[in-house]
């Protein structure tokens, strides 16, 4: 059926609204900025105090970190308070961007209230709205790509072939990820369309604003290798989509995995069990993202034919597959993936299993079974809590013991730390050195007090009994203050001796 035009402004007044409020109580309900979020608020206060270069020099992609800076001045906000007002706009605008992409390749003959409540309540979209990082940016604008990219199949219209470019190259802004999606979603016309006659006509139309813009880029990366260096650093974060890179980690890590299991006979063994170990680790991650009873209703609904396939649904499979493309890549160059990385794909793949979602519960309320209709929607409604609910111990010791810091310590008085956050929140008067987990012998106390330390604020976790047992053996430390949290984790200062 096809919406009213009244109830379908409801629903996406309905989206934005509600999707504001939910940022706004996790960002309320959240402690600490996360580790990421730091690089980012320096990376933008670098920008207000030094410019392009300094901005540069703490980070090598630094458009949302621009951004932020932008709303700080014009707002008067502060930088984390000017993050969660950006990202929770960008969350709003892929929440609306998602409804309208369902309702384009459902053709409208579906309601629109399911991919609403679908997009709201999708657990682990919820789980990162609080964070500080430039998802929501790359969400928003590759949705609104793809948005044009679809108009673009059914009218291959310059509009709409400058609208998908123009929006993917502000998501790769965000992300660099967004190259990928630049590069490779005009292939679907060859590769899924047959379309082997008109391919020059589309590549054409579909590369030309990225390709002159790749040139603009080599002409600047050429001006500025030498000032700065903001060419060099702007290739550097492009390194790990270079094949010959990636191919010298995967090497590096095989031969890694050797020396652990030393009973392997070669790096391609070693190799095919990184492999079936990141695939396996990045199948679990999607599944229990995408929401395991989802999964299920979407498998059965398969296997029976509940939806008929539209070619817009194959558009949005193939742009699926590019994000699982990139997925592999990150996971083979960091040998780990991160759920927050999964959920442009979970995205993506709920377009599709929301249609059958919805006939479920069609054919549920069709049938009258309240029972199986009230257990689902029990379900569903625990996993969203769960989300937006925090019942882990707070960690703003963190922040206790930073001002502490500040004000009871003279300032020419240094400190070093093992956690960013406490740099960040003693606005660096605390200097921020890794490895200090560990390695607090007395050779690295010797390197600290040669470096000119004369305290130490360290974040100590309950369960680390190794790190307490040395801090509390050590004859070079002479303990100042500890702050815990609920759950025994400590911020402990303590003095550094000769």
């Known amino acids: 059926m096809t919406q009213p035009t009244k109830g379908r402004y409801i629903i996406y007044i309905s ?37 392009l270069a300094d901005a540069y020099a703490s980070y090598s992609w630094p458009f949302y970190s621009f951004i932020i800076a932008l709303i700080h001045k014009l707002s008067g906000l502060d930088m984390t308070q000017s993050a969660s007002l950006i990202n929770a706009f960008f969350i709003i605008v892929a929440s609306i961007t998602f409804i309208r992409i369902y309702e384009v390749i459902t053709a409208g003959e579906r309601s629109l209230l399911i991919p609403m409540l679908f997009i709201l309540m999708l657990p682990i979209l919820n789980e990162y709205r609080a964070y500080t990082i430039r998802g929501p940016g790359f969400w928003a604008f590759m949705l609104i790509a793809i948005l044009f990219f679809l108009s673009y199949i059914k009218q291959p219209s310059i509009k709409n072939a400058a609208g998908w470019q123009l929006c993917g190259i502000i998501a790769t802004l965000f992300r ?30 579909l ?10 880029t080599l002409l600047i990366y050429l001006a500025t290798l030498t000032r700065a260096n903001i060419g060099g650093s702007t290739l550097g974060h492009l390194s790990y989509l270079s094949p010959a890179i990636l191919l010298e980690q995967i090497s590096n890590t095989a031969d890694q995995i050797r020396a652990i299991m030393p009973l392997l006979s070669s790096d391609k063994e070693a190799i095919i069990i990184m492999t079936s170990g990141l695939l396996t680790l990045l199948a679990y991650k999607l599944f229990f ?44 160059n960091q040998f780990f993936i991160s ?10 793949l709920s377009l599709i299993s929301c249609q059958y979602v919805d006939r479920a519960i069609q054919w549920l309320i069709k049938k009258g079974d309240k029972r199986l209709l009230i257990g689902m929607a029990a379900i569903v409604l625990a996993l969203f809590l ?33 956690e960013p956050r406490l740099a960040y929140y003693s606005n660096n008067r605390c200097h921020f050195q890794t490895h200090l987990y560990s390695h607090l012998d007395d050779a ?15 974040w100590v976790k309950k369960k680390n009994s190794v790190m307490r047992d040395t801090l509390d053996q050590s004859e070079r430390l002479t303990f100042v203050k500890a702050f815990a949290n609920k759950k025994g984790d400590e911020v402990r200062i303590y003095a550094l001796s000769p």
Not at 180 to 204: D, K, Q, S, V
Not at 342 to 348: A, E, H, P, R, S
Not at 444 to 458: A, I, P, S
Request: hydrophobic letters at 50%.
């Open 15 to 51: 989206t934005c609204l509600l999707s504001a409020i939910l940022s706004v109580y996790t960002t309320a309900a959240s402690d600490l900025v996360n580790k990421d979020g730091i690089l980012y608020l320096n990376t933008a206060k670098a920008f207000l105090e030094g410019g």
């Open 176 to 205: 660099v990820e967004g190259i990928a999606f630049l590069l490779l979603a005009p292939l679907y016309f060859p590769l899924i369309r047959w379309e082997i006659a008109g391919c020059l006509r589309h590549f054409i139309k």
């Open 207 to 216: 590369y030309a604003i990225p390709a002159t813009l790749f040139v603009g």
């Open 289 to 332: 993202n995408l929401q395991p009873l989802f999964v299920l209703i979407s498998g059965y609904g398969i296997r029976h034919r509940w939806v008929a396939f539209r070619q817009e649904s194959g558009v949005i499979l193939f742009f699926a597959a590019i994000s699982l493309l990139t997925l592999l890549v990150v996971a083979w």
């Open 339 to 348: 759920s927050r990385f999964t959920i442009f794909t979970v995205i993506l």
């Open 386 to 418: 769960d989300s937006i609910i925090s019942t882990g111990a707070h960690k703003d010791n963190i922040i206790t013991a930073a001002k502490w810091s500040t004000e009871q310590l003279q300032d020419d008085d240094p400190m070093v730390c093992n």
């Open 444 to 458: 690295k106390l010797d390197q600290l007090q040669t470096q000119g330390y004369r305290h130490l604020m360290l």
